[in-house]
Structure formats: structure tokens, C-alpha cells
């Protein structure tokens, strides 16, 4: 079966740095997205790797290792308004996206 | 500016009701999705589309019908409600070139 893997929840503390990973087992590999979703409203993208390394894009960056089916999202000089719930999801093979259920990330000043 | 939009937003209906949630968007993107949200669980795919009169099931489609007569509405019918059905429903459209999802507000529907 196709699993997507990320943690339920983190806290972190405003100015500081957080780490959410993504683990994935799925039927191929056509790339991996970052969403963002505050309470109430809809996703919207951060980010999306195909080939590994990390990819910066001011203060977050997402990184991915596809022979480990491994991804991590890093938010740098947290604020508060990064609280917010962080969605892991793969396209695979059929250009399906699968979806993790979330890491819901709350900032603590 | 390009959008999408659903409607309604909320809604609360009686088990066995029928009910549509449309779904609209400007970006003239081929590919348009259907979507529900549960706690404790990723997006779960209902139904897709790859363009007009193209329709396609996901995982979760039981109980779901779309239609798609023209490039920008999706709507999505539950023939007869039920409380599992109880969800936030999310509508979103995408390039068929990036992948990228632009998603709509949310309908949150209630069946009692």
C-alpha cells in the first residue's frame, strides 16, 4: 500500500528553527509537495522537490532524499503566524497525489 | 484575479437529502478535484477531472457523482446523504504542467 508519514504534532518557539519530516512508501515517485493550512482555511502551496537536495525559498526550505523515500520541511525565525497544520504529498507513478494526514505545528512565544 | 470558489461554504441537511456543492474557477485549468477532509486523516480524493467531460473516481467515491460540462465548473452530488458524509469538502484545480493545487475555500457540510 502507498503511505505518507509526518508527525501529528510539534511545538516549537517564535524565533527559533523547526524540522517537520516526511516519510513515503509509494508505487513511484513524480515529486513531493509542502502545503500550508491554517485553521479553517485551504491548503496553499510552499513547495514541491524531484530531485534531491534542498530547495530554499526564503524562510523555509524543503529537502528531499528519494533513495530513503525522506523529506523534511525547515521554518527558520519562527513567527507566530506560522501556526499552522504542514501537509506532506506525493505524486506517484499514475501522477496521483497521496497525501499525509498533517503535522499540525504551534508556536509558543 | 484568477480564483476558485465553492459554495456554499456551509451547509446542513437531513440524511437521504440530495446535495450539490458547486465549484468554480477562472484559471482555466484543465484539471479540476474533488476533495474531503477529516480529522486524523490526509485529503481523500473523490473524483477528478482532466477536462470537459472527463470524469474519473479516487479512493472515496461511493456515494459521490461530478459532472463536468464546461472547463470551469465541477460540482460535486451526494445522491443521498449520509452521516458518514459529514465532512469538509475541498474543491481544487490545477496546471497540468506544475501539479501545483490551488484549492477552493472549503464547504463544510453537516448531515444530520
Known amino acids: 500500500g502507498q503511505n505518507i508519514d509526518q508527525p501529528t504534532e510539534m511545538t516549537a518557539t517564535e524565533g527559533a528553527i523547526v524540522q517537520i519530516n516526511c516519510t513515503y512508501q509509494?508505487?513511484?515517485?513524480?515529486?513531493l509537495f509542502w502545503y500550508q493550512q491554517h485553521a479553517g482555511e485551504a491548503p496553499t502551496f510552499l513547495s514541491y522537490n524531484v530531485l534531491d537536495g534542498l530547495e530554499e525559498k526564503g524562510r523555509f526550505s524543503s529537502f528531499l532524499s528519494r533513495s530513503k523515500g525522506y523529506s523534511y520541511l525547515l521554518l527558520k525565525e519562527l513567527q507566530m503566524k506560522d501556526s499552522a497544520s504542514y501537509l506532506c504529498?506525493?505524486?506517484?507513478?499514475?501522477?496521483?497525489?497521496?497525501w499525509g494526514a498533517g503535522t499540525k505545528l504551534i508556536i509558543k512565544p | 484575479d484568477a480564483e476558485i470558489t465553492q459554495s456554499p461554504r456551509h451547509k446542513i441537511t437531513e440524511t437521504g437529502r440530495q446535495v450539490t456543492l458547486a465549484c468554480h474557477q477562472t484559471?482555466?485549468?484543465?484539471?479540476m478535484f474533488w476533495y474531503r477532509q477529516d480529522l486524523g486523516h490526509g485529503l481523500r480524493l473523490i473524483h477528478y477531472s482532466y477536462g470537459v467531460h472527463d470524469t474519473n473516481k479516487g479512493e472515496v467515491s461511493d456515494g459521490y457523482s461530478v459532472s463536468r460540462s464546461n472547463t470551469e465548473d465541477l460540482p460535486l452530488t451526494l445522491e443521498s446523504a449520509a452521516s458518514s458524509q459529514t465532512s469538509v469538502y475541498f474543491c481544487?484545480?490545477?496546471?497540468?504542467?506544475?501539479?501545483?493545487?490551488?484549492f477552493g475555500e472549503g464547504s463544510r457540510l453537516t448531515v444530520l
Open positions: 509509494t508505487s513511484g515517485f513524480n515529486g
Open positions: 484559471w482555466n485549468h484543465n484539471n
Open positions: 481544487a484545480s490545477s496546471r497540468v504542467e506544475t501539479g501545483e493545487l490551488f
Open positions: 504529498a506525493v505524486m506517484d507513478s499514475n501522477y496521483q497525489l497521496i
